[in-house]
């Protein structure tokens, strides 16, 4: 029970849900979208990404043990790649996964039952205390600065993993993805300056041949899946040779705390 008086009570699938009331006003990820995001990445197209994302983020762990969030944790696959990173390190990692979707949350909690998942909106107070987090990583997710800066510890860092400007072009039109904002890059980098400054950044660009079903599920998995009627998605693609080359483009970000220790 929370200091409010709430009780949450753990799903069979192994989450909790914090969401109540009316729960939150943003649309969460549905179940197809959630299933086709699974089979794409358990196709190992991202992997490269998964691998970039751990080596960055295993680092940054003290070496005695630390708390990991991962916010934006959608079905875990980020995740697990970098606590499996962990383990080999060693390093004794204690992690909490928050999403909006209890679809995503359902795959997360298989994926990795060993991590506390909760259901919440993290534009919202995050479910975490002052000062408690050595790393937080937001792959593909809203960002909260205030609230990230707050769990942080003095010397935590924020690692945010974004698109790059052409990451997916070659079929962004075909398939009504959404396109990369010129100058997105220097708006996160506003956004985050009031707690965070820039440490370091990585590029990674990683080429793809992909068939035409990976490439309704890539575009089905995103934010362009909450418009998309899946039928239609199909028949655009229909023209589609036996595979696509496409490049996807990507920006590791490493923030550390304004005006604190490191």
Known sequence: MCASGHSFDAAKQGYFNLLVGKGTSFEADTAEMVAARVRFLESGHYRPLA????????????????TLLDSGTGTGHYLRVLLDTAGAAPARVTAIGLDISKFAMRRAARLNPEVTNLVCDVWQPLPVGDDSVDVVTVIFAPRNPSEFARVLRPGGRLVVVTPR???????????????????????????????????TVRDLDVPLTLAPREVADLAYMGPAG?????????????GLTSSSAVEARFRITVFCLAGRPR
């Open 51 to 66: 691998d970039a994302v751990a080596a960055a983020v295993v680092p940054l762990f003290p070496a005695e043990a630390a």
């Open 165 to 199: 400007a052409g990451h997916l072009a070659a079929i962004a039109e075909q398939t009504g993805m959404l396109g990369i904002e010129a100058g997105k890059d220097d708006r996160l980098i506003d956004a985050m300056s009031a707690q965070f400054r820039v440490e």
């Open 226 to 238: 909450h418009h998309l009627d899946r039928d239609e998605l199909a028949a655009r693609l229909a």
